[in-house]
């Protein structure tokens, strides 16, 4: 089927009549400059080959290429385009909600990256974007939250934006408390919307709840009556030297994980709880979380578009060429005589080889 992206388009067809008709001057106005040859140059352009002339002293068929050529240039414009078939194409989806930790105890740096010491939410940022960019095909979505949660980027098919919205991730913006069951919550409210088959939120955290207006064990709950499947994520190491004023003593940074409210939350959404102690634990849990089997979502339709916008731009460009050049031989009475006395000479030795 033909179509054209942009139809509105041919409402510019008239604008050169409408140009012509403001800009045309006043034939009543006293300062006009009167030609007293004008009726013998015009007679001389209506015998020059043969064509009858415009009001303007052109030949008819000039302007008439002109003309032409316009249709022409705002019919490429208007981007005609060939549709094909509907072909169905099936999308195999998920719908995956990502709750990040960005609580100040995120800044622990007790996980290494690349060999080097680093926090725990620069870890959490290059094993994550690394997960979302293999999601290709799942729309994915991300929630930041600390004292409260709040949506950085909602359900999207655009990795890419996702992935840099975490990367610029700062700690501690969302409060310095940690609302494990606001973060559900809100998880639940963008998913529920989704196939029910599809409805996936991970959560990652340090610590336990210590805010927040819901319960962590009120919004599992929830979850689980909404058909969310919700995989849990305690980070931190398990231990690490600390230099004391009687040499290094060990601690655990992860005092503060509630491991047990985590697989509970698990449990009770079908879900699984992983703990990563190391970056390469972290990236262990993404990879077995990737992979969840897809579900087929709604089925789309793929029409194969064929641009055609070329070709009558091309002749377009051709006609408005032959234009400037003819008109610019007419308009040198020198180059124009020359055309019209071999044009002469050709029709006097047709004339004689005739007889």
């Known amino acids: 089927m033909l179509t054209f992206a942009w139809p509105w388009l041919f409402i510019l067809i008239p604008l050169p009549w409408l140009i012509r008709k403001r800009t045309k001057p006043d034939a009543s106005n006293s300062t006009a400059v009167y030609v007293p040859f004008y009726d013998q140059a015009r007679s001389a352009l209506a015998g020059y080959g043969g064509q009858r002339t415009a009001r303007n002293g052109q030949p008819r068929w000039l302007k008439l290429l002109a003309t032409l050529a316009w249709l022409l240039l705002v019919v490429a414009s208007t981007r005609p385009q060939w549709l094909g078939d509907p072909i169905p194409v099936k999308s ?10 960005i609580s100040p105890s995120m800044q622990e740096t007790d996980l290494l990256l690349k060999g080097y ?17 293999q999601r ?8 930041l939250f600390g004292a409260q949660p709040y949506i950085q980027v909602p359900l999207t098919f655009d990795l890419t934006t996702v992935a840099q919205l975490l990367d610029e991730a700062t700690l501690g913006i969302a409060g310095n408390a940690t609302a494990i069951g606001d973060s559900i919550g809100l998880g639940i409210k963008r998913l529920r919307e989704r196939p029910a088959d599809s409805r996936v939120l991970i959560l990652l955290t340090d610590g336990a709840n210590t805010g927040g207006e819901v319960s962590p064990e009120q919004a599992a709950t929830l979850a689980a009556e909404a ?17 004391g004023i009687f040499g290094y003593r060990k601690e655990n940074p992860s005092s503060d994980l509630d491991e047990r409210l985590l697989q509970s939350i698990a449990d009770k959404t ?3 709880y992983f703990r990563a102690r190391n970056t390469g634990e972290l990236e262990l849990i993404y990879e077995s979380i990737n992979q969840l089997e897809p579900i087929e ?11 055609y916008y070329a070709l009558p731009l091309a002749f377009s460009m051709v006609f408005l060429l032959m234009f400037w050049a003819i008109n610019w031989i007419l308009s040198h009475p020198r180059i124009s005589k020359h055309f019209g006395s071999t ?3 050709l029709t006097a030795q047709s004339a004689k080889g005739g007889k």
């Open 270 to 272: 079908d879900g699984q």
């Open 117 to 133: 010491q680093a926090t725990r939410l620069e870890v959490v940022k290059s094993v994550v974007t690394d997960f979302i960019t």
């Open 227 to 243: 058909g969310v499947k919700i995989y849990t994520i305690g980070v931190g190491a398990d231990e690490v030297l600390r230099r």
């Open 343 to 345: 044009e002469a000479g």
């Open 136 to 143: 290709q095909g799942d729309r994915v979505g991300l929630i």
């Open 92 to 101: 195999e989806a998920r719908d995956l909600m990502l709750a990040v930790d």
């Open 297 to 307: 979502q709604d089925q789309r339709v793929y029409r194969p578009t064929t641009e």
